[in-house]
């Protein structure tokens, strides 16, 4: 376990210490980049089905449904997020109000926290504790040593993207309908947890996500009628809201070195909807149009880029009644390395994570 | 009933206003009885219905499960006395549904959809199904604007009895904390008029157990959140005067308030939300022939609709949602009838209604619509041959008081029918329609909170239907056999859906939809008298539906199966008397279905059977019932994730004067 914590914060600071040039030039990948990616699917509202699937990029084997067939039970209903930390691998089922503790390379479950009506949704890593925010406006601390609750804040209800960085913790709160299209990024000082501050950025800040030139960067989802979607760009130097860019509207981002990935979902029919590069040096979009080898997406669920390679995974729920989704693996050109096909208990398949 | 030109018509009115008696057919000298409605089957479009007598022996707590004893019909039920129940016939979803109190349509236009498990069949004379639409040239231009139009047809005083004052009351009890009186009361007060009078009280705390299975798990539960109290009132003043005219005069009350259930989450507690309905309406009906050959009938209604949803949310306050919706509805309409000679008939109906929806939702829209419909029909019919069109004109005018108004519609939309007996001696009919219809948006998918969408248009439904029928009266112990079947095959088209977004208060309502539909619906009906003084009588009915989706070719759900859609279901009814004693059956059969579009083996239901069983006992003015339901305590769900209850039991009495 320390090991590997020391290894992941190893990762991490090679990344703050990546050469900050303008565009990347592709590392062809690495043998031990990741073993395989682990996919997680969201699953429907009130349908039980959220799933985690495994696939291996050397052999090229799928495992779906893993969580299931290894701890011979349900992962719950509306998986929200998933990270690992160190040896182990967290997922939070936001409508089952579960925290799911489990090895990261066996998917064997070692514990479950359950919270109550609390809806948790998004974690966070920090000095071996877990954040977990809530819609109820709670900020669970737990310990990744004991796997218990270590701690109870009390945060802003309808808490979403949360991002721990510089002994601050940032939380984007666009609130709870009825009260949602909150404009508000909340501050915490990590040691106490107490709110140091707040921020303005656009409606509805749920994603967050950091770059190596000390951006916070927010994904607003606008208010759904008057106020359109934005980026909001964050200095974490001083706390200064550098821009609010109501020119990138996107459901999601993927960083990597200077590029975030971003694409808007139309929730019906993507076909026509492109991967969008924006530069994160400039802060200005670079390219319109990140595919280049004629790939088309049904229905955009989510996107990751791998640290160490540059490959953007793209997950496709190919549409919002499918128990099928595929996910394409792209090189930072833009073009189909390859894809891995879930044929089912892949209802809205939503994320994927590296294991190295 | 002998039929000829304009005369049938008037018997047809005539009955209309009357209680439907127990068919008792004329055999050579032998008089037979039997318990199944007296369904015409001359007519050019499928007609099923349920007697009260039926009814009874149904033994159901709502519209919705009697409806479920029609072919065609699919109910979508959440579970419970106070779950959601909704009616969908021949898959064009429950918003093509009409639902007829006494002729005259009850609305939401809130959602659209008709909770039937609200509507209770203690107070009904008799439940038909029309599919497209009724065949009586007197129905207002509103009862043509449906895919299919369920009729609700209330009891009134018996005309067989004697006495001027009727008087029924009767209390039923069962599991789980299930208490149902009710009281019945008719008079009548001279030669031309009667007055009724209905209540009945239904509570329950439903807190039925079930099992989840989760992997190797299994989970004994109980259901929580899941009782209602319910309060219905209903009186009627009815008049028949010397001239055939007639005239209906009917206020109805309704109050609850239920739990809802909500879905069995795993590993979590189910929330606590709440619902409060309360529905008022009054209406008249008054028909009178005027002069020769022609017939006038007026219908009026105002209603109005309260709504409260509570959901505590989360706690301190987060995502406490406490709104009121109240909806108003006035309506009026004209019909008048025109005999031309003894095989033609012209009828024209004019239709108003004026609804407005007002909520305590943030930045509400205060929507308000004006409907205009004008129906023109025309019958043609000999004793062999009928042949029935119509067109209907749809004006629709909207307005609200912020944001966005959809856009005005003027749309008109055909139906052709036709029945023809092809033997002169045989009771073998074949029959068809075409219809083509559409439903409006409802104000919910127009204009909810920013997730509604003014722009969205009508959601067309086009249906063909080509069937036959038969029947025949065998000898006293057969005393009537009847079948119909009908092969149908229907689309639907900007099929309006809500698609969820990136969380669950995030969604878009869109035309999005496309669905093809090929189906068959069959009836077998049967009489028996095999022994003196037992009366037999059975109904069967079996339903074929292929639903496809077939919005997006490439996608994963395309030709796929429509979710909670079984391609084989169907129903059986059976009872037995003798001397005061009767014993029922009644079994319903879904078979698989999938709980997505995307017919995968994740989102497989396995089908299902429940039997239900009762049985009464009739001491002079005293009845004593007892039931079984579910009795092979049967594990289901109709929607993923609703559990349904398991066996139930249950007794009752009554007492009649």
Known sequence: ?356 | MVLCGAGLFMAAQARAQQPTPDSAHQLTGVEVTSRLADTSLHGPLPVQSVSQQQLTHLNVPSVAQAAQHFAGVIVKDYGGLGGLKTVSVRSLGANHTGVLYDGIAISDIQNGQIDLGKYSPDNLARLSLYNAQPTDLLSTARAYSYGAALELQTATFDTAGHKPLQLQTRVKGGSWGYIDPSLTLHYKAGKTYTTSFNAQYRSITGDYPYITDNGVATLHQRRTNAGIHSLRLEQDNRFAWKDASTLQLKAYYYDDSQQLPGADILYSTPGNTHLWNRQAFAQAAYFKPVGDGWQLKLNGKFSYIHTRYYDPGLGNGTGLQDNHYNSYESYASAVLTRSLGRHFILAYASDGIYNKLNADVKAYAFPERFTFLNALTARYYTPRLEIQGNALSTILNESVQTGPTAQHRNLVTPTVSASWKPFTTADFRLRGYYKQIFRAPTFDELYYSTFGNPTLKPEYATQYDAGATWQRHFSRVLSLLRISADGYYNTVRDKIITLPGKNAYSFSVINFGKVHITGADVNAQASLQPLHGWILSMAANYTYQQVLDVTTPGAPQYKGQLPYTPLHSGGLMCSVEKHGLVISYNGIYSGYRYALSDNTPSNYMSGFTVHDVNASYNLGSWTVMGAVNNFTDERYAVVRNFPMPGRSYQLGIQWKY
Not at chain 1, 158 to 170: H, R
Not at chain 1, 271 to 278: E, I, L, N, R, T
């Open chain 1, 1 to 356: 376990m320390n090991k590997r914590l020391y290894l992941a914060i190893a990762a991490t600071l090679v990344l703050f210490a990546c050469s900050k040039k303008n565009d990347v030039t592709p590392t062809p990948p690495k043998a031990d980049s990741a073993t395989g990616v682990y996919v997680l699917t969201e699953g429907a509202f009130n349908g039980n089905n959220a799933g985690l699937s495994f696939y291996d990029i050397k052999t090229k084997q799928l495992s779906l449904h893993l969580f299931a067939s290894v701890n011979q039970r349900a992962l719950g209903d509306v998986a929200n997020d998933i990270a690992i930390y160190g040896s182990k691998m967290y997922i939070v089922v936001n409508n089952s109000n579960n925290v799911e503790i489990m090895d990261a390379h066996t998917v064997k479950s070692l514990a479950t926290i359950h919270v109550d009506n609390l809806q948790p949704r998004h974690i966070a890593f920090a000095n071996g504790k877990a954040y977990v925010t809530s819609y109820a406006g709670k900020l669970l601390v737990i310990d990744t040593a004991t796997n218990q609750v270590a701690n109870t804040a009390t945060i802003r209800p309808g808490a979403e993207g949360i991002v721990i960085v510089n002994n601050k913790v940032y939380i984007g709160v666009p609130g709870v309908w009825p009260s949602s299209n909150q404009t508000i990024l909340s501050v915490l000082d990590l040691n106490t947890l107490a709110e140091q501050k707040t921020l303005t950025v656009g409606p509805n800040p749920n994603q967050l996500a950091t770059d190596q030139y000390d951006h916070l960067l927010v994904l607003c989802a606008g208010d759904y009628d008057k106020v359109p979607p934005s980026l909001a760009t964050i200095s974490l130097l001083d706390d200064k809201v550098l821009q609010n860019d109501t020119t990138v509207k996107a459901d999601n981002i993927a960083i990597y070195r200077n590029r975030a990935y971003l694409y808007k979902s139309t929730y019906k029919d993507d076909s026509k909807q492109p991967v969008m590069v924006y530069n994160l040096a400039t802060g200005k979009l670079q390219d319109g149009n990140f595919i280049t080898d004629g790939t088309t997406v049904g229905y955009y669920y989510g996107i990751s880029a791998d640290a160490v390679t540059g490959d953007v995974y793209v997950t496709d729920a190919l549409s919002y009644g499918s128990s099928k989704a595929k996910v394409t693996c792209f090189d930072s050109n833009g073009k189909t390395r390859f894809t891995i096909a879930l044929n089912d208990y892949a209802s809205f398949a939503s994320k994927v994570i590296f294991l190295r």
